[in-house]
């Protein structure tokens, strides 16, 4: 069974950093492209950023040069960096696995994590 778990979430004064993490656990985590989501109050979840089984990365425009998505497949763990920080991130992010191995791009989720949150004060 895949288990994604996110970690270091947090409060912090706009302008700062934060690295979020999240751990997979249940298959072979580096055939598998990842992403982050957010979800801010009252709002839908949307994408925030992704990474192939090969490294290639995508950002959505609100994060791109702010924003670094990265993995480290030995230790099954996927990170966002978060600098230059604005209130408006304030949500909870989601890790995410996409449905089919060794695609080229993103397609879809088919595991969830349960959400670290992320809170930016001005």
């Known amino acids: 069974q895949v288990q994604l778990v996110e970690s270091g979430g947090g409060l912090v004064q706009a302008g700062g950093s934060l690295r979020v993490s999240c751990a997979a656990s249940?298959?072979?985590?580096?055939?598998?492209?990842m992403a982050w989501f957010c979800q801010a109050p009252g709002k839908e979840r949307e994408f925030v950023a992704a990474?192939?089984?090969?490294?290639?990365?995508y950002y959505a425009d609100s994060v791109k040069g702010r924003f670094t998505i990265s993995r480290d497949n030995v230790k099954n763990t996927l990170y966002l960096q978060m600098n230059s920080l604005k209130p408006e991130d304030t949500a909870v992010y989601y890790c995410?696995?996409?449905?089919?191995?060794?695609?080229?791009?993103?397609?879809?989720?088919?595991?969830w994590g349960k959400g670290t949150l992320v809170t930016v004060s001005s």
């Open positions: 990474i192939t089984w090969r490294s290639s990365t």
């Open positions: 995410a696995s996409d449905a089919t191995p060794f695609r080229p791009v993103w397609s879809r989720v088919d595991y």
């Open positions: 249940g298959r072979t985590f580096s055939n598998y492209a």
